[in-house]
């Protein structure tokens, strides 16, 4: 079964610094793009970053270009989001999912999608 | 940034009702467009993948359509467990935007 998992959540402090991992089984990881997806509570889905199967390329949003850092460990089947210089908008859950792509149809999509990991910046 | 714009943004509706939900993109996006299904306290779940194509193990209610700007999920006789918030997305290019959601609540 084609899984991934969060963990590294919590509460931090305005300005600290957090590491999320993600941790994949069930499919080949290093052929496979993954992102981080993110859901203030109460709020919609904010796409946040990406990275390539072979880690040789990585998008950010706006919001979080030059503060988080996503890489991947493809001898460890894991996904990691390094956030530094945290802000209170930034609280909300974090998921990792596997970017699916098909030549055939020139499309991509999101799928599977972890349980998710709560992020919490608060003084 | 592409931005996406779902309608409406709640809808009350009753079992076997058909229901349809709108996205717009702000420009093209041929047919990169995905539709998730979202329940409280859960993670989204891929319904929809490039437009129209139905995930596997999605009920054959479910259907996509739409290309270029407009796009549509159509329920077509809803059930209980079918009562969540719908996301689109474009994967069309990076930052892969979503709509805002549309919450579909039992009349």
């Known amino acids: 079964e084609v899984q991934v998992l969060e963990s590294g959540g919590g509460l931090v402090q305005p300005g600290g610094s957090l590491r999320l991992s993600c941790a994949a089984s069930?499919?080949?990881?290093?052929?496979?793009?993954m992102s981080w997806v993110r859901q203030a509570p109460g709020k919609g889905l904010e796409w946040v970053s990406a990275?390539?199967?072979?880690?040789?390329?990585?998008y950010y949003a706006d919001s979080v270009k030059g503060r988080f850092t996503i890489s991947r460990d493809n001898s460890k089947n894991t996904l990691y989001l390094q956030m530094n210089s945290l802000r209170v908008e930034d609280t909300a859950v974090y998921y990792c999912?596997?970017?699916?792509?098909?030549?055939?149809?020139?499309?991509?999509?999101?799928?599977?999608w972890g349980q998710g990991t709560l992020v919490t910046v608060s003084s | 940034d592409i931005q996406m714009t779902q309608s409406p943004s709640s809808l009350s509706a009753s079992v076997g009702d058909r229901v349809t939900i709108t996205c717009r993109a702000s420009?093209?996006?041929?047919?990169?467009l995905n539709w998730y299904q979202q329940k409280p306290g859960k993670a989204p779940k891929l319904l929809i993948y490039?437009?129209?194509s139905l995930q596997a193990g999605v009920p054959s209610r479910f259907s996509g359509s739409g290309s270029g700007t407009d796009f549509t999920l159509t329920i077509s006789s809803l059930q209980p467990e079918d009562f969540a918030t719908y996301y689109c997305?474009?994967?069309?290019?990076?930052?892969?935007?979503f709509g805002q959601g549309t919450k579909l609540e039992i009349k």
């Open positions: 999912a596997k970017e699916v792509r098909s030549q055939l149809l020139s499309a991509n999509w999101f799928d599977p």
């Open positions: 069930g499919f080949t990881f290093s052929s496979y793009a």
């Open positions: 420009q093209s996006i041929s047919s990169y």
């Open positions: 490039a437009a129209s």
């Open positions: 990275i390539s199967g072979s880690a040789g390329t990585t």
């Open positions: 997305q474009q994967s069309s290019s990076s930052p892969y935007t």
